[in-house]
């Protein structure tokens, strides 16, 4: 039998609050489904703008072509839900609340496409009720009818449910974690007391419905107050041999091959590394920079000081604008007075916060394309300010950057990162891209966007993302960074 398993966690929404640790969960149980049989390679991870209605649905649909009869799906869902007409829904990251119906994903849709398979687990993180809610309750309100009907009369398909119908899910900020998925993630990786396992590790739909029940309302008492009530939630046909967690052969096995989540294995990589700046590029023909007159200019067909010097020149108007659309979008998150924000327009235009950071507009010449010009931008953190960015990075959502540039302790050298890369790489979600003779290597993760560069002999690291607020981009380079299997290789791209 093989598992497949999709994974889904949206914590930034396009159109509705947050959802917090919703991240933190789907990363806490793809690993935990990694270590439970199911190989990297059958785990299919879609996070925030990737989770949208049509993209879950055909990641599912697809997996009807590769799915024979005795293999298993696990589905894994951390994020918002809504009822509505009487049906419940999964709030996917474009759902618009003045049309639900059209725009998210229905438990009943859902479910029937999961009827394609005859061995289903769902696990439902999720609240069901109207918005605005608190970010740290994935609450409900009433329902009238049963969403989970569907699946009652299915002998392998059962559904786990982070809390009963009218009741709130919480979240918690000292597991940093939805409650819930944090105890499923435990008693999946081995971490529940042994009494609740067999002997050869296996652990029953049944028993981990009973771990839940014991645990989670506790948890969130001690939280959230002796008046706040979560009680996990189980349907389907509750059967001591339907087995949510594989054997591990023996419990001294078992015991070697849990995986800890306290310390939770999600990190600030912002607390690990230096940070020196964001960046963004883009590249044009030189002949379209306001400052380039036909008839009296010529197009460099070469590159030199001199032809740099007149793309720079050319370039003024779009230096002065790019300036004026980061200091504008500086003024609207009011985090700086006007007082402590200092403007400069020369070769190039600087923007100076409270000397916290500084932002760098400037344009250059195409050195591998000389008819070319390449204009930067630089947010640069001032080496003596870490802790104050910090502070108030969550809120610094500034566009356009898509890359960060960070320096590790020791240079790199290509020759024993392609030895490290080719052995850590087969048993894992790491890809990397390297061409003899070339000076650079590329990583990316399966199932996931964003790209680090390591650069032969430089102690500077490049990550790129597909995302273009400072602090989006910040957020998928740390989650990148925890989503690394190999320690040798999350070891290697932060220098340690």
Not at 19 to 32: E, G, K, P
Not at 42 to 53: F, G, Y
Not at 73 to 82: L, P
Request: glycine residues 4%; hydrophobic residues 35%.
């Amino acid at each position: 039998m093989t598992k497949f398993t999709v994974v889904v966690g949206i914590e930034s929404y396009k159109n509705v609050n947050k959802v917090l640790y919703a991240s933190n969960d789907a990363l806490a149980f793809r690993n935990a489904m990694i270590t439970n049989g199911c190989v990297a390679e059958n785990v299919r991870v879609l996070l925030n703008e990737d989770a949208t209605t049509p993209s879950i649905m055909s990641t599912l649909q697809r997996l009807t072509y590769e799915v024979k009869d005795n293999d298993e799906v696990i589905f894994f869902f951390a994020g918002h839900g809504e009822i509505f007409s009487n049906q419940q829904y999964l709030i996917t990251y474009e759902t618009h609340y003045s049309d639900i119906p059209n725009t998210a994903l229905s438990l009943d849709k859902l479910f029937g496409l999961m009827r394609n398979f005859t061995r289903v687990t769902f696990f439902l993180d999720s609240c069901h009720s109207g918005m605005p809610i608190k970010t740290l309750q994935r609450s409900s309100e009433e329902l009238t009818r049963d969403p989970f009907e569907a699946i009652k009369t299915m002998e392998y398909q059962v559904a786990f449910a982070s809390c009963k119908n009218g009741e709130k899910s919480y979240g918690s900020d000292s597991l940093q974690h939805g409650t819930w998925t944090y105890y499923v993630v435990k008693a999946l990786t081995g971490e529940a007391p042994s009494s609740f396992y067999k002997s050869d590790g296996t652990l029953t739909s049944s028993a981990l419905q009973e771990y839940l029940s014991e645990n989670v309302p506790l948890q969130v008492k001690r939280e959230q107050g002796e008046d706040k009530g979560q009680t996990p939630w189980f349907f389907g046909g509750l059967t001591r041999d339907f087995y949510v967690r594989s054997s591990q052969s023996t419990n001294a096995n078992m015991e070697s091959q849990r995986t800890e989540i306290t310390p939770l294995p999600y990190e600030n990589v912002i607390d690990k590394i230096n940070i020196d700046s964001f960046h963004f590029k883009q590249k044009g023909s030189v002949k379209s920079l306001s400052g380039f007159k036909r008839g009296s200019h010529k197009e460099p067909t070469f590159y030199s000081k001199t032809t740099r010097d007149f793309v720079t020149r050319i370039a003024n108007v779009e230096i002065h604008e790019m300036t004026q659309d980061y200091l504008t979008q500086i003024q609207h998150l009011d985090l700086y007075k006007d007082s402590e924000i200092h403007v400069e327009y020369e070769e190039f235009g600087s923007i100076d916060c409270n000397e916290d950071f500084f932002i760098q507009v400037f344009v250059d010449q195409d050195k591998n394309k000389p008819n070319e010009y390449v204009m930067c931008s630089e947010l640069i953190i001032h080496s003596d300010r870490t802790e104050v960015f910090k502070s108030i990075f969550p809120n610094l959502t500034l566009k356009i950057f898509d890359r960060i540039l960070y320096t590790i302790p020791k240079r790199i050298i290509l020759k024993d990162t392609i030895q490290i890369l080719e052995n850590e790489t087969e048993e894992d979600n790491v890809l990397y891209s390297y061409t003899p003779g070339s000076n650079i290597i590329e990583i990316e993760l399966n199932d996931m966007n964003g790209k680090i560069t390591l650069s032969e002999s430089s102690d500077q690291v490049e990550y790129f993302s597909n995302k273009s607020l400072v602090n989006e981009v910040y957020e998928d380079f740390n989650l990148f960074i925890n989503s690394i299997q190999s320690n040798k290789v999350k070891s290697l791209v932060l220098g340690e």
